[in-house]
């Protein structure tokens, strides 16, 4: 759908304006959700020991974790269309809080399968992300917008290692700083199976809060609201939005999206599951410690992959930006097939190393490609299907759930996980050369340009958006 007034840069410091309101916004919802999801992967370890876990059973529960987010994605681009993402993120917000604190009353492996399963919907959220990023900024900045809220939203990931142990000290025996003895704080002397239990309801709770924050603070376009906007001709009626699913899945650049989006966010989505105890069980530096320093020792070296998140998929979106002001449509791709690749052959080196002071800076470069080719991806799918723009970001969102579910197959104990990282990273690479296959024909070329070049003139003469645009949208 076209959409007026939207923004030619990003004001960072500001909300006084709907877009950078919105911006500021979906970021940190997505963060909570982020943070949430994985609240429980750097405490598995209490959990293994509390209900007995097999290694089979950790491999199901990696799975479940990601399993329903593909068709929860599937159908939150979809809504999106419909209803605007102000409403669909408030409701997943507040919904998905349920299982997150529901979490906490496990009492065996199946109900705590089944709840791991259900929160996996709060991973929707980073569709209407960049649902929402993309209808509030023009096409010289929106790859640098869609991949700043997402990399700081998957910031959440990597603090959830670090932070959730923390609070568990602090409800149990105590918080200590990370790769010291020393204590930080004094714990309230909770057993370890109640602290990892009351850490997951706070997380829920603040997904909650958060829920109703972004219903009260954002809108869903530059000029107002869906609701408003159709009922003043200024968007096309909900109707219209019915085909718009199956002319994104129509597409075979979709699902190549799709494809190379699972080799990086789903790559992310399963080291995210799995980094904190791969470091307990194969370092020997974590040997000699008690279980909750264990927990918070790991937790602080796996955070080290997602707090890349910073300014990585920043730097792969900006990227696809620069290369499409200099080659156009096919430039994005081509800085698609070089962080991809790159980001395969970082990850077979980070599966090699066996000792963790060469492993954590193998990790953080491998973290950088990652992030940054999450990044590049989403500089591409906006110029994909403006029509069906909500449908095209949920069908390769999907896809990153999808490269986390196969991948996830990997960890259940039949092949040692430092194997299984090699097996991915030999995937990725190969991956990679499937970004050529996304190509835009010449009227797709011309009118991307004749897009950003409006958009440029804007920003140079100091406007929002388009010709026409209402003042009150200017950033």
Known sequence: MDVRGKATRIRLFSINTPQMRAFHMTWFAFF????????????????????????????????????????????????????????????????????????????????????RLLIGVIGASFVITQYHTSIMFAPNVVGTANATTAGWGNLGGGVTQLVMPIVLGILTVGAYIPF?????????????????????????????????????????????????????????PRRSVRGSFAMASRDPRVWVLFVIYGACFGIELTVNNVLALYFIDYFDFFASMNAVQAVQWAGAAAMLFGL????????????????????????????LFLVLFAEGLALMLFSQVAVLALAIPALIVFSLFVQMSEGATYSVVPFINKRALGSVAGIVGA????????????????????????????????????????????ATETEAQAALDVALAARRAGLAGAPAAPLEAAS
Not at 308 to 335: E, K, P, Q, Y
């Open 32 to 115: 909570l959700c982020f943070f949430a999801w994985f609240g429980i992967a750097p405490l598995m370890k209490i959990v293994r020991d509390e209900m007995s876990l097999t290694q089979s059973q950790i491999g199901w529960l990696v799975i479940g974790s990601v399993a329903i987010t593909v068709v929860a994605r599937l159908l939150i681009g979809w809504l999106c269309d419909r209803i605007g993402p102000r409403l669909a993120y408030t409701w997943l917000l507040i919904l998905g809080s349920l299982p997150v604190m529901g979490i906490g009353l496990a009492q065996s492996f199946e109900t705590f399968l089944i709840f």
């Open 180 to 236: 010291t003895n020393i204590r930080l704080l004094p714990g309230l002397g909770l057993s370890d199976a109640a602290g990892w239990r009351l850490a997951m309801v706070l997380a829920g709770a603040l997904c909650a809060l958060v829920g109703v924050a972004y219903y009260l603070l954002t809108q869903d376009a530059p000029e107002g609201n869906y609701r408003a906007l159709r009922a003043a001709g200024k968007l096309p």
């Open 308 to 335: 890349m998140n910073v300014f990585a998929r920043t730097l792969g979106g900006a990227g696809g930006d620069l290369f499409g002001r200099r080659w156009g449509l096919s430039g994005r791709v081509r800085w």
């Open 399 to 442: 896809g990153g759930n999808a490269g986390a579910v196969a991948a996830g197959f990997l960890f259940g104990g039949a092949i040692p996980w430092p194997t299984a990282f090699l097996i991915i990273g030999a995937l990725v690479t190969a991956t990679a050369f499937l970004a050529f296959a996304v190509r835009f024909d010449t």
